[in-house]
């Protein structure tokens, strides 16, 4: 349990620390472009959770930088942003309100991190927490056929 403690921080400590206040959306230097949490199970989860919840200057720095992941559309970049935060692995045991005997994701501290992050992007301002929440649904709901599809194609290679 501790060995999963400390690779849990050293993920999470792979974020630059920078000041917030000198913060200048241009300022590409603050871009990693290999910035990848990928969460896989429940412990390292609620690691997670506690730091969002416990470090205000934590999650800002999260919205920060997941804010950079950017797409086309809103649903792109939230299926990019929840590709980045967790894998099909975490997902699959959870839907939006908690139906069908999963865990419920629309409580979850990074719920509001990914409405944030998406919203910090000038094009998707307007987006309506509603189109969010539908988005990430849907990717709670194929998260279990993207693993089925990957074990087929490693069963059938």
Request: glycine share 4%; hydrophobic share 35%.
């Amino acid at each position: 349990m501790a060995q999963r403690m400390e690779i849990i921080e050293s993920r999470l400590e792979n974020i630059p620390s920078y000041d917030i206040s000198n913060f200048n959306n241009n300022d590409s230097s603050l871009i990693d472009r290999d910035f990848n949490i990928s969460l896989d199970n429940l412990i390292d989860l609620e690691i997670f959770e506690e730091k969002i919840s416990g470090s205000k200057e934590f999650r800002t720095q999260l919205v920060n930088k997941l804010s950079y992941i950017g797409g086309k559309h809103v649903k792109a970049m939230v299926k990019r942003v929840m590709g980045k935060l967790f894998k099909d692995e975490l997902l699959k045991d959870f839907s939006y309100t908690g139906k069908k005997g999963k865990k419920k994701f629309c409580s979850l501290g990074c719920t509001s991190v990914i409405f944030d992050a998406v919203k910090k992007q000038n094009k998707f301002q307007n987006s309506s927490q509603n189109e969010m929440e539908e988005i990430i649904k849907y990717v709670l709901a194929q998260a279990p056929f993207n693993l089925k599809r990957i074990s087929d194609k490693n069963f059938s290679a």
